[in-house]
């Protein structure tokens, strides 16, 4: 079984800092990929940045980085210079092993809702 | 480029009454295609996931149903409505073979009186 803990239930940032969304997981599969979406109010799940367990490189994309520590088991998003428009519920999430039965299954966190202040 | 449509967008429903929310994908082929369920301010639950037509998993027990009957069309159905079934239902779909991208559709806002 796969287990994502978001223990932050809220964050706030001033706009143009960077803040950091902890993601912790349990997993026994060998490989394995880690995923972060943004849910803004409108409901909408808005895909920001993939890791898979292999990967040796943390991932980027844009103003988004994966903080991946394996050893610990954490997955850390971090938002480098912070908007407005990024305030929303973030959602870390992970799928099992692709060759196994997971077929892209995911399972995600309880989220946290990140607060952007002027 | 491919797109993901649900409708309806908001349904308000009696207890007991039959529920169908259709989800489609439009550019892509033999899409994985899955269900969730996500309550008022909680994360997402995974309700059903298809990897091909006719070829429905179910993840847990509950009084909602599923199926494929095209390749690109996905539907989550009820024959009776529960107080406990409303949620915000999210459709999405992943490239066939390809497990490191999940896209999702709009969602549906069901409303179960």
């Known amino acids: 079984a796969q287990k994502i803990t978001q223990t932050q239930p809220g964050m706030f940032v001033q706009e143009k800092e960077a803040v950091t969304l902890d993601c912790t997981y349990d997993t026994s599969d060998p490989s394995y990929g880690l995923f972060w979406y943004k849910q803004p109010s409108s409901g909408e799940m808005i895909f920001l940045i993939y890791?898979?367990?292999?990967?040796?490189q943390n991932a980027t994309e844009g103003r988004y980085s994966l903080n991946f520590q394996k050893a610990r088991k954490s997955a850390n998003l971090v938002i480098s210079a912070s908007q407005l428009g990024d305030s929303a519920m973030y959602f870390c999430?992970?799928?099992?092993?692709?060759?196994?039965?997971?077929?892209?299954?995911?399972?995600f966190g309880q989220g946290t809702i990140l607060t952007v202040h002027p | 480029s491919q797109t993901i449509h649900q409708w309806p967008a908001t349904l308000v429903q009696p207890v007991g009454s039959p529920l169908s929310l259709e989800c489609t994908v439009e550019g892509t082929s033999n899409p994985n295609l899955y269900w969730y369920r996500q309550a008022a301010g909680r994360g997402l639950q995974l309700l059903f996931y298809s990897v091909g037509i006719g070829q429905i998993s179910s993840e847990v027990p509950q009084n909602l149903s599923a199926s494929r009957p095209q390749d690109r069309q996905f539907i989550l159905s009820s024959k009776k409505l529960l107080l406990s079934d409303s949620g915000f239902y999210l459709c999405a779909f992943g490239e066939w073979g390809s497990y490191n991208e999940q896209f999702f559709g709009p969602g549906t806002r069901l409303t179960v009186l």
């Open positions: 890791q898979g367990s292999y990967d040796q």
């Open positions: 999430a992970m799928r099992g092993n692709a060759g196994g039965t997971s077929y892209g299954k995911l399972t």
